[in-house]
């Protein structure tokens, strides 16, 4: 007889030692059993259709792999428990058992393996106790068994459904041995070289690379047998019609295994298309160079008899001309230089799109410069009633090498953008300094206007050809969408940059900044008013920029500047000066103000002895006609 307690602590200790994963330990586990129950040998058989097939065993003289005779396996495969012996010998014994306990293990769908406890000798007897024991372990194995089995199938079914990925890839997949041949290849393979599977597995892979890429095939497939991975790499492989495709390598060495799994995408029309977008580019790189040039010719022999119409409409314009002449004449000039304006910027446009555009540094002075600028600008804001302001920062460098015509003809396209545009207000053109260090400097132009302004999303195409921000049917202002082009393209060439700020209705602020080496044998050169040391100078200017520019040039220069807006509250400064015995020196004096304009405050102020002796100068903008003093007024 069998104790149960004993048998369940059997039981437990069974399962607690057994090693997991169960696979290395079934034969312990037997044992285990075997000892329990005080029998020769236990056995676990595993079902095969209608057949036992031993998997394990303790104490048995059969081998794994051995088939329970079918005297045995057709009672246990219908899951019934026997417990007597029969005649018949067991394999496990070699002999027929005196004591015997069979149990079925059932699985998800039936009996799936069976576990036998069989002995010689007659006692002790395999009573209920050892049927329940044997019963528990059985189950206890059957989970395991299941489990095993759901993995075998899920691993089979991922096989599966990676073979199938593998066929069906559109790139080429291959598996190779470090013995140099191929394993595997998907059908994208054969498909794309035209050789069978066959060819393809039973000749050494590097026979069908292209004889001109063998070598550095054999050296990327020694580096992935070292152990390293191949990302991108290019060659050509022989097809069976005996041309080549380029194909693109991805590949990755298990030195544990021996293999080399490898991925290759046909690039061969990809470069194809390619070549042909290279000669198209070549095409029509070639016809934009014709192009250019044909225009910069064409420019340049329509510029010469535009040059003879302004020229000779010029001197028409000083000879005596009925008022219905002069206006003709005037329309001729005007028409002339707009379409002189359009030649001038279609030829630079052609040159810079012909690459035949050179940047010529040279020393030059950035102040004249500047003055060249306002002399041509300034009629044209005359004309319009807006002030035109002109600023070089007394830190600023004035003596500079660089190509100053290209720099003149950028401020001028800027700033004649701005007078175009703007009604009423001003254009300031301001030049500062951003740094200096080593003989070089980096200076910042800003052309900035109160005009009508740009939307943020105009903004983006300002600089493109072509391109006019005004292009409705009531578009107002002239212009062939060059000019902002054009810039940017001379202040890259330049090395510099171009930006804008703007907003609708709230004016527009262009900027570019240039590298520009320092003229140093001129350098030194410093422009003084006078050696005096300090004196007081009043400026008059109902404009806060040209008050601002002015007390900035005036502090340069070592005077002692005061600004003021209006004629009352410069007489009322003149005054306080004089009664106090602090006089000021010189007065400079806006032309053309709001209330007390210049003139008059000259007049007032040459009429009151008590500050007429003041040195007085009258600021007139270019473009305006200067007013004269009345004779009893001047001269003192």
Same mark, same amino acid.
């Given at each position: 007889?069998?104790?149960?307690?004993?048998?369940?602590?059997?039981?437990?200790?069974?399962?607690?030692?057994?090693?997991?994963?169960?696979?290395?330990?079934?034969?312990?586990?037997?044992?285990?059993?075997?000892?329990?129950?005080?029998?020769?040998?236990?056995?676990?058989?595993?079902?095969?259709?209608?057949?036992?097939?031993?998997?394990?065993?303790?104490?048995?003289?059969? *081998?794994?792999?051995?088939?329970?005779?079918?005297?045995?396996?057709?009672?246990?495969?219908?899951?019934?428990?026997?417990? *007597?012996?029969?005649?018949?010998?067991?394999?496990?014994?070699?002999?027929?058992?005196?004591?015997?306990?069979?149990?079925?293990?059932?699985?998800?769908?039936?009996?799936?393996?069976?576990?036998?406890?069989?002995?010689?000798?007659?006692?002790?007897?395999?009573?209920?106790?050892?049927?329940?024991?044997?019963?528990?372990?059985?189950?206890?194995?059957?989970?395991?068994?299941?489990?095993?089995?759901?993995?075998?199938?899920?691993?089979?079914?991922?096989?599966?459904?990676?073979?199938?990925?593998?066929? $069906?890839?559109?790139?080429?997949?291959?598996?190779?041995?470090?013995?140099?041949?191929?394993?595997?290849?998907?059908?994208?393979?054969?498909?794309?070289?035209?050789?069978?599977?066959?060819?393809? $597995?039973?000749?050494?892979?590097?026979?069908?690379?292209?004889?001109?890429?063998?070598?550095?095939?054999?050296?990327?497939?020694?580096?992935?047998?070292?152990?390293?991975?191949?990302?991108?790499?290019?060659?050509?492989?022989?097809?069976?019609?005996?041309?080549?495709?380029?194909?693109?390598?991805?590949?990755?060495?298990?030195?544990?295994?021996?293999?080399?799994?490898?991925?290759?995408?046909?690039?061969?029309?990809?470069?194809?298309?390619?070549?042909?977008?290279?000669?198209?580019?070549?095409?029509?790189?070639?016809?934009?160079?014709?192009?250019?040039?044909?225009?910069?010719?064409?420019?340049?022999?329509?510029?010469?008899?535009?040059?003879?119409?302004?020229?000779?409409?010029?001197?028409?314009?000083?000879?005596?001309?009925?008022?219905?002449?002069?206006?003709?004449?005037?329309?001729?000039?005007?028409?002339?230089?707009?379409?002189?304006?359009?030649?001038?910027?279609? $030829?630079?446009?052609?040159?810079?799109?012909?690459?035949?555009?050179?940047?010529?540094?040279?020393?030059?002075?950035?102040?004249?410069?500047?003055?060249?600028?306002?002399?041509?600008?300034?009629?044209?804001?005359?004309?319009?009633?807006?002030?035109?302001?002109?600023?070089?920062?007394?830190?600023?460098?004035?003596?500079?090498?660089?190509?100053?015509?290209?720099?003149?003809?950028?401020?001028?396209?800027?700033?004649?953008? *701005?007078?175009?545009?703007?009604?009423?207000?001003?254009?300031?053109?301001?030049?500062?300094?951003?740094?200096?260090?080593?003989?070089?400097?980096?200076?910042?132009? *800003?052309?900035?206007?109160?005009?009508?302004?740009?939307?943020?999303?105009?903004?983006?195409?300002?600089?493109?050809?072509?391109?006019?921000?005004?292009?409705?049917?009531?578009?107002?202002?002239?212009?062939?969408?060059?000019?902002?082009?054009?810039?940017?393209?001379?202040?890259? $060439?330049?090395?510099?940059?171009?930006?804008?700020?703007?907003?609708?209705?709230?004016?527009?602020?262009?900027?570019?900044?240039?590298?520009?080496?320092?003229?140093?044998?001129?350098?030194?050169?410093?422009?003084?008013?006078?050696?005096?040391?300090?004196?007081?100078?009043?400026?008059?200017?109902?404009?806060?920029?040209?008050?601002?520019?002015?007390?900035?040039?005036?502090?340069?220069?070592?005077?002692?500047?005061?600004?003021?807006?209006?004629?009352?509250?410069?007489?009322?400064?003149?005054?306080?000066?004089?009664?106090?015995?602090?006089?000021?020196?010189?007065?400079?004096?806006?032309?053309?103000?709001?209330?007390?304009?210049?003139?008059?405050?000259?007049?007032?102020?040459?009429?009151?002895?008590?500050?007429?002796?003041?040195?007085?100068?009258?600021?007139?903008?270019?473009?305006?006609?200067?007013?004269?003093?009345?004779?009893?007024?001047?001269?003192?």
């Amino acid at each position: 007889m069998h104790d149960p307690q004993e048998l369940l602590h059997r039981l437990t200790a069974v399962i607690a030692g057994a090693p997991a994963p169960l696979d290395s330990g079934l034969e312990g586990a037997l044992a285990a059993v075997a000892a329990a129950l005080q029998v020769k040998a236990v056995v676990l058989s595993e079902r095969h259709g209608d057949a036992l097939v031993i998997v394990a065993a303790a104490g048995a003289v059969c *081998a794994r792999g051995e088939v329970v005779p079918a005297a045995w396996a057709e009672r246990l495969v219908g899951a019934a428990a026997v417990d *007597a012996p029969f005649g018949a010998q067991h394999p496990a014994l070699g002999a027929a058992p005196r004591r015997y306990l069979g149990v079925a293990i059932a699985g998800e769908q039936g009996p799936i393996a069976a576990i036998e406890a069989l002995d010689r000798e007659a006692a002790p007897a395999l009573d209920a106790a050892a049927a329940d024991f044997v019963a528990a372990v059985g189950a206890w194995l059957g989970g395991h068994m299941v489990s095993a089995r759901r993995r075998i199938r899920e691993v089979d079914d991922a096989v599966a459904a990676t073979e199938h990925f593998f066929e $069906l890839a559109p790139d080429m997949l291959c598996v190779a041995g470090f013995d140099g041949y191929f394993h595997n290849v998907n059908t994208a393979f054969e498909r794309t070289l035209g050789h069978s599977r066959e060819d393809l $597995l039973s000749r050494p892979l590097l026979e069908f690379v292209h004889p001109d890429d063998v070598d550095d095939a054999r050296s990327q497939f020694e580096a992935l047998v070292l152990g390293g991975q191949v990302v991108h790499f290019e060659d050509r492989l022989l097809t069976a019609d005996g041309g080549a495709r380029w194909v693109q390598w991805n590949a990755i060495a298990v030195p544990e295994s021996g293999v080399i799994y490898a991925a290759a995408r046909d690039l061969s029309e990809r470069r194809e298309s390619v070549a042909v977008l290279q000669q198209a580019r070549i095409a029509a790189e070639a016809a934009v160079r014709a192009k250019s040039e044909f225009l910069a010719r064409v420019s340049h022999e329509i510029r010469t008899p535009m040059n003879g119409v302004i020229g000779m409409t010029g001197l028409l314009l000083d000879t005596r001309l009925s008022a219905a002449q002069r206006e003709y004449a005037e329309t001729i000039r005007k028409s002339a230089s707009a379409l002189l304006t359009l030649i001038n910027d279609i $030829l630079d446009f052609s040159k810079i799109e012909a690459g035949k555009l050179a940047i010529e540094p040279v020393s030059f002075d950035l102040a004249l410069t500047l003055d060249e600028v306002t002399d041509l600008l300034a009629p044209r804001a005359a004309e319009r009633g807006i002030e035109l302001i002109v600023h070089l920062a007394p830190a600023a460098p004035r003596h500079l090498i660089g190509d100053a015509g290209r720099i003149r003809q950028v401020l001028l396209n800027l700033a004649d953008n *701005a007078i175009k545009f703007t009604d009423h207000g001003h254009v300031f053109v301001n030049v500062s300094c951003v740094e200096q260090e080593d003989g070089a400097a980096r200076l910042r132009f *800003a052309v900035h206007d109160t005009g009508i302004g740009v939307s943020a999303a105009v903004q983006e195409q300002l600089f493109e050809p072509f391109f006019q921000a005004d292009t409705g049917s009531t578009r107002r202002h002239g212009g062939t969408g060059l000019g902002l082009a054009i810039c940017r393209q001379l202040v890259h $060439l330049m090395g510099g940059v171009i930006s804008v700020e703007s907003s609708q209705g709230r004016g527009s602020t262009f900027t570019f900044t240039l590298p520009l080496a320092i003229d140093g044998a001129r350098a030194g050169e410093v422009r003084r008013v006078s050696d005096a040391p300090g004196p007081r100078v009043l400026v008059v200017d109902d404009h806060r920029l040209n008050r601002w520019m002015l007390r900035e040039q005036l502090e340069a220069l070592g005077a002692a500047p005061t600004v003021c807006r209006g004629g009352e509250e410069a007489l009322r400064l003149l005054r306080e000066a004089a009664a106090s015995g602090d006089e000021f020196k010189m007065a400079l004096l806006d032309q053309v103000m709001p209330g007390i304009d210049g003139v008059e405050l000259a007049r007032v102020i040459r009429d009151d002895p008590a500050i007429a002796r003041v040195t007085l100068v009258l600021m007139i903008a270019l473009g305006q006609r200067p007013s004269r003093l009345a004779p009893e007024s001047r001269g003192r």
